[in-house]
């Protein structure tokens, strides 16, 4: 049984690039939530989604967008790139059936913005 | 708003010496979650254990222990008899009903055992 798996691993953009990032959830999970984790901080949290919907958002800009789709695959796609987005980006996904607090991580993407 | 504070950055011990982990919540929900994760070195966050409000009974797994005071909002996490694979970030996290599982991390307890 597959985890939570992200790619791609490492990416590395410029400052006004634009950048997808993309999470598979566990088996049978339904929900996907992004975190963005900068170097020596907690994960932050950005948005929710479920049911192809975004269903909650964290304090972030509208350069982060994101998607889901029917298969409950997701992406994040953040455009005119800061150099402070550079980040570790963490996917969770978590399913109705072990309660929805229960979040498994995938491996993350290490973006850096030059 | 949830608040999660680690006040710990960085702790440092010898092999098989115990090691508690400090982490003090803030919340106005009654119903919550609380999390604690390993982040080693690959980054992938490694749950370890959650609790939610109205069981606040210590609990231990193997060399793990949890030890949960809802009267002072902490949740503290020991491990005992430290061994050099227990290196690594260690995050405490929590979820209000309310806000559904959007979780609020801590700033993370950086873990090192010196062999």
């Known amino acids: 049984d597959a985890g939570v798996t992200q790619s791609p691993t490492h990416l ?29 901080q907690g ?33 994040l796609n953040v455009n005119a790139l800061l150099l402070g987005d550079s980040a570790l980006y963490l996917c969770a996904s978590s399913s109705p059936l072990t309660g929805r607090n229960e979040q498994f991580f995938g491996p993350g993407t290490r973006l850096t913005v030059l | 708003a949830q608040k999660v504070t680690q006040a710990q950055t960085e ?36 749950f370890l254990i959650r609790r939610n409000s109205f069981d606040e009974q210590n609990e231990i797994s193997g060399r ?6 809802k009267s002072t909002s902490s949740f503290n996490f020991t491990i005992t008899a430290s061994q050099v694979v227990d290196s690594a970030v260690y995050f405490c996290a929590l979820t209000e009903e309310a806000a559904g599982n959007k979780l609020t991390f801590g700033g993370g307890t950086r873990v090192l055992v010196k062999p």
């Open chain 1, 12 to 40: 590395i953009k410029t400052r006004g690039q634009q950048v997808t990032l993309r999470c598979s959830p566990k088996s049978g999970h339904d929900t996907v939530s992004w975190y963005q984790q900068a170097l020596g």
């Open chain 2, 64 to 69: 793990y222990s949890w030890n949960f005071q």
């Open chain 1, 43 to 75: 994960p932050q949290f950005i948005f929710q989604y479920y049911e192809e919907e975004e269903r909650q958002r964290g304090n972030f800009p509208d350069r982060f967008s994101g998607h889901q789709f029917p298969n409950y695959s997701s992406e």
């Open chain 2, 11 to 46: 702790i440092s011990v010898v092999e098989k010496e115990d090691v508690t982990l400090d982490c003090v919540y803030e919340t106005r929900d009654t119903t919550y979650y609380l999390f604690w994760y390993k982040q080693p070195p690959s980054g992938e966050l490694v």
